[in-house]
């Protein structure tokens, strides 16, 4: 059972994705709320398998929470997907810095915002169909600084790990990369559990954008 944590400031909007979170026989929504230190609070008393955030809410936003349930130095992270009406590169930036795992729009499908749960619980990640070469290319462009060089990462990753990479960041689920490498999906899914640790990141859309930001792969591809 995946379980979920819904923060949002607008009562019909936190009641339908209560409900439509709720009606899913793998999904469980152990807390809804209204506002970003609630959410703080009741992630780290409850610890959801995903915490699903707006961003603009009152007192504590969406980014300072997820900052605050995923930064870089949270020693035990919770998952975080943002769930917005804002398409705006502030928002999207500002909240994938902070450590979310994933960004969709509020005009999503019901079916697309269920699989986005379910992938960001998963720790694969996911961003709203459109979303994901304009992340690229603004981190890129940013260059950050990353724990692990690209040269580094050759010397740290085995040859598998590396053909993994490049296959995630493709864009590749790990059935399709365990069809292209010729391996069981277990397989892949364990490599993966090993490389993330090593290039300091904590999901597969993370070290997506870690290979294009080291320039293991670019976004011209």
Same mark, same amino acid.
């Given at each position: 059972?995946i379980? @979920?944590?819904?923060? %949002? %400031?607008?009562?019909?909007?936190r009641?339908?994705?209560?409900t &439509?979170?709720?009606?899913?026989?793998d999904?469980?929504? @152990?807390?809804?709320?209204?506002?970003?230190?609630?959410a703080? #609070?009741?992630?780290?008393? &409850?610890?959801?398998?995903?915490?699903c955030?707006?961003?603009?809410m009152?007192?504590t +936003?969406?980014?300072?929470?997820t900052?605050?349930?995923?930064?870089?130095?949270?020693?035990?992270?919770?998952? @975080?997907?943002?769930l917005?009406?804002?398409?705006?590169d !502030?928002?999207l930036f500002?909240?994938f810095?902070a450590?979310?795992?994933?960004?969709?729009? !509020?005009?999503? #499908?019901?079916?697309?915002?269920?699989?986005?749960? *379910?992938?960001?619980?998963?720790?694969?990640?996911?961003?709203?169909?459109? &979303?994901t !070469?304009?992340?690229? $290319?603004?981190l890129?462009?940013? *260059?950050?600084?990353?724990? @692990?060089?690209?040269?580094r990462?050759?010397? &740290?990753?085995?040859? *598998? /790990?590396?053909?993994?990479?490049?296959?995630?960041?493709?864009?590749?689920?790990?059935? /399709?990369?365990?069809? #292209?490498?010729?391996?069981?999906?277990?397989?892949? !899914?364990?490599?993966?559990?090993?490389?993330?640790?090593?290039l300091g990141? $904590?999901s597969r859309l993370h070290?997506?954008?870690?290979?294009y930001?080291?320039?293991?792969? +670019?976004?011209? *591809?």
């Amino acid at each position: 059972m995946i379980r @979920v944590l819904v923060a %949002d %400031d607008q009562p019909l909007v936190r009641a339908g994705l209560t409900t &439509l979170l709720g009606g899913e026989p793998d999904l469980e929504v @152990v807390a809804a709320v209204a506002d970003g230190r609630a959410a703080v #609070e009741e992630a780290r008393r &409850l610890r959801p398998d995903v915490a699903c955030l707006d961003i603009r809410m009152p007192g504590t +936003d969406g980014i300072t929470a997820t900052r605050a349930l995923c930064g870089p130095d949270v020693p035990d992270p919770i998952p @975080v997907l943002i769930l917005t009406t804002f398409d705006d590169d !502030k928002y999207l930036f500002g909240a994938f810095e902070a450590g979310a795992s994933g960004f969709l729009l !509020k005009d999503a #499908e019901p079916d697309e915002v269920v699989a986005a749960v *379910r992938s960001v619980a998963g720790g694969n990640g996911t961003l709203a169909e459109g &979303l994901t !070469k304009r992340v690229l $290319r603004e981190l890129v462009t940013r *260059r950050q600084t990353q724990p @692990v060089t690209a040269a580094r990462a050759q010397e &740290l990753l085995t040859p *598998r /790990e590396l053909d993994i990479l490049l296959l995630l960041a493709q864009g590749m689920s790990n059935d /399709e990369i365990a069809r #292209e490498l010729v391996v069981e999906v277990s397989t892949v !899914k364990s490599h993966l559990a090993r490389m993330m640790p090593k290039l300091g990141v $904590r999901s597969r859309l993370h070290a997506a954008v870690w290979a294009y930001q080291n320039g293991v792969v +670019d976004t011209a *591809r």
